[in-house]
C-alpha cells in the first residue's frame, strides 16, 4: 500500500499521511526502496539523506498522531545538488565544489520544505555549476529521462526531472536561470514552476548567474506546484535579492478556474526554430483553452541574447579564480563557455543590463491587453543523450545551448511560468507548454495549468516502464 | 561595436590579462564561444536605447 501511495501526487500523500491511512515512515520506506531499485541507472541521486529522511518522516507521524496536518505531511522530496543540506557538501554538479566542506545548515527553502513536513530524499544530479541544458554531468554521469532512458532528463535541473518522472520523490527543488526548471520539466513531463524573480529567497544555495538566478518547485500535479509554492514563499533577510512581496494564496487561488483570462499564443520567434511537436502541443493547450488571440513578445531575439552575454559574463566572474587554478577540473563543456565569458567587454554585459530594463518595461505594456501567454518549453522532445548539434528550420546550430532558446528571453523579464506537460497522440515522450504570467502573479499560471490537468490536456504520469518497477 | 571581433586575439591577449591557461585543444571552442557571445552583444549593441534606460540592479545598503 505505501508503495501504491508513494506513486501519488504529493497532495495525495500528504492527505493520506494525515488521515493516517499510511505512515510517513512507510511512504518514505517506500521511496527508499524505489530509489535503490531505479537510481543506479537512472543516475538522479547524488546525495542520499535516508537516515535524515526517517527521522524527518517519524517527527512527522508524531506530529500527525498529535492533531497536527503539516500541508506537506510526508511528501518525499529531493533537491538539486546546489541546495545547501546540512552536513552534505554542495557539489553543484562540480568536482572542485567537491572540496568544500560539508553545509553547516540547510538552504532556506529547505528548511520551510521540513517545517510544512516534507521528507528530504537527498540531492539530485545537475549540470556543472548549472551551465546546462541536457541534465549531462561529466563527474557523475547523465541523469537519464526515465520515459526513454537512451534520451536526456533535460537541464540543469536533470536530476530533479528524473526522480520524479520514476517516481522515486513526489516533488524536488530546481533552479531556474535561463530555463533549468522548465526544460527538464518539458523532458521528463513534469509541472514545473520559475516563480517571478525574486519571489523566493536563494539563500543558501550554490550561485549560478546571480542577477538571473530563480529557484522552483517541480511535481506531478499542478495541486502540487501550489501546495509547494505556498510552503516556499515567505520574506528572507539572507536573500539580498528578494523581492519583499505579499505572498500569493496559491492553494486558494488555483481552485479559481480560468473564466476571464485573457490568453494569447506568442507568435513569432515563438513559432520558429522548433520540431512540430512543440507547436503542437502549444496549438492543443490553445485550443483547449479556447485561446485565439495572438501576442508578440518585443524583440524575443535581443532579449535571448542579453540573457546570454549577462549569464556567461556573470557566471565567468564567478568562477575566474577556480578557472585560473583549476581548469583541468571543470566539465570540459562548461570550461571553454566559462573561459569564454570571462573576456566579455564590460559595455556588453551593462548595455545587456540596461536592454533588460527597456524588455521589462515593454512586458508590462504586453501584459495590459492580456493576462496569459503560451509559447512552447523547448523547440523539440527529450533528445538523445549526448546529442551535440540540432537542425531547425534548415540551420544547423549547437544542441546545448539552444534546447533553451524559448525559456531563455522569459526568464530575462523575470516573468513567472508553469511549465506544463502535454502527449500529443501517438507520441511516445512528453514535451511541455510555458505558461506565463504578468510579474507576481504566479496565481494566474497555476490556474491555466489546473485547468489544463483537469480537462486532461497536460498530465504528468510516471514513466511506464518505471510502473511496474 | 564597429567592427566584427577578431575573437583569437582578443581571447590571446585577455588570457594574458586574467592570468587563464588555454590549451591548445581548448582554444578552438574557447573562440568558438566568444565569436558566439559577440553576435549576441551585437544585436544588443545595435539598439538604440535611451540614455535614461538604467540598468536595474537590487542592491539596498
Known sequence: ?469 | MTRPLDAKSHAEHMAKVLDLTILPEWQPTVVQHLATTAAAAELILSFPLDDHVEPAPVFEP
Not at chain 1, 148 to 154: A, K, L, T, V, Y
Not at chain 1, 244 to 269: F, M, N, S
Not at chain 1, 299 to 322: G, K, N, P
Request: with cysteine; net charge positive.
Open chain 1, 1 to 469: 500500500v505505501s508503495g501504491d501511495v508513494l506513486l501519488q501526487p504529493a497532495h495525495a500523500i500528504a492527505a493520506a499521511v494525515k488521515a493516517r491511512r499510511v505512515s510517513a515512515r512507510e511512504v518514505t520506506q517506500a521511496a527508499i526502496a524505489r530509489i535503490e531499485v531505479a537510481n543506479g541507472r537512472l543516475h538522479a541521486f547524488t546525495d542520499l539523506t535516508l537516515e535524515r529522511a526517517i527521522g524527518e518522516a517519524d517527527a512527522v507521524d508524531a506530529a500527525v498522531a498529535k492533531g497536527l496536518a503539516p500541508p506537506l505531511a510526508g511528501v518525499p522530496y529531493a533537491v538539486k545538488n546546489l541546495f545547501d543540506i546540512s552536513g552534505v557538501v554542495t557539489r553543484a554538479g562540480s568536482k572542485i565544489n567537491r572540496d568544500n566542506p560539508p553545509a553547516k545548515t540547510d538552504s532556506t527553502l529547505v528548511r520551510k520544505m521540513k517545517v510544512t513536513g516534507a521528507v528530504l530524499l537527498g540531492g539530485l544530479n545537475m549540470g556543472e555549476y548549472a551551465y546546462d541544458f541536457t541534465g549531462e554531468n561529466f563527474h557523475d554521469g547523465a541523469s537519464l529521462n526515465p520515459h526513454d532512458p537512451s534520451r536526456m532528463s533535460g537541464g540543469s535541473s536533470g536530476g530533479s526531472g528524473t526522480a520524479l518522472a520514476a517516481g522515486m520523490v513526489a516533488a524536488s527543488l530546481g533552479s531556474d536561470t535561463n530555463g533549468s526548471i522548465r526544460v527538464p520539466s518539458s523532458f521528463c513531463g513534469l509541472f514545473g514552476l520559475k516563480p517571478t524573480f525574486g519571489r523566493l529567497s536563494r539563500a543558501g544555495t550554490f550561485p549560478f548567474c546571480a542577477s538571473i538566478d530563480h529557484l522552483g518547485p517541480m511535481a506531478r500535479s499542478a495541486i502540487d506546484l501550489a501546495l509547494l509554492f505556498d510552503a516556499l514563499q515567505g520574506d528572507d533577510p539572507a536573500d539580498p535579492m528578494q523581492v519583499r512581496r505579499a505572498p500569493v494564496a496559491a492553494t486558494v487561488e488555483i481552485q479559481k478556474g480560468i473564466a476571464g483570462l485573457r490568453i494569447a499564443v506568442a507568435d513569432g520567434y515563438f513559432r520558429k526554430n522548433g520540431m512540430p511537436e512543440a507547436f503542437a502541443a502549444v496549438d492543443k493547450v490553445a485550443g483547449a483553452l479556447g485561446a485565439k488571440r495572438t501576442v508578440t513578445v518585443p524583440e524575443a531575439v535581443r532579449a535571448r541574447a542579453s540573457a546570454y552575454v549577462i549569464t556567461t559574463a556573470e557566471s565567468s566572474a564567478l568562477h575566474l579564480s577556480r578557472l585560473q587554478t583549476r581548469p583541468g577540473d571543470f566539465d570540459p563543456d562548461v570550461r571553454d563557455r566559462l573561459l569564454s565569458g570571462a573576456m566579455v567587454p564590460a559595455a556588453w554585459v551593462i548595455q545587456a543590463h540596461r536592454f533588460r530594463s527597456w524588455f521589462r518595461q515593454a512586458m508590462r505594456e504586453v501584459f495590459k491587453d492580456i493576462d496569459v501567454i503560451l509559447a512552447p518549453a523547448t523547440p523539440f522532445h527529450a533528445l538523445p543523450s549526448g546529442t551535440k548539434v540540432v537542425t531547425l528550420d534548415g540551420v544547423t546550430m549547437p544542441a546545448r545551448p539552444n534546447i533553451g532558446l524559448f525559456t531563455q528571453p522569459i526568464s530575462l523579464a523575470g516573468l513567472p511560468v508553469v511549465t506544463v506537460p502535454v502527449w500529443l497522440d501517438g507520441a511516445n515522450l512528453p514535451i511541455g507548454v510555458q505558461v506565463i504570467a504578468p510579474a507576481w502573479r504566479e496565481d494566474l499560471a497555476l490556474r491555466v495549468a489546473r485547468q489544463l490537468e483537469r480537462d486532461n490536456v497536460a498530465a504528468a504520469p510516471l514513466a511506464r516502464q518505471m510502473e511496474a518497477a
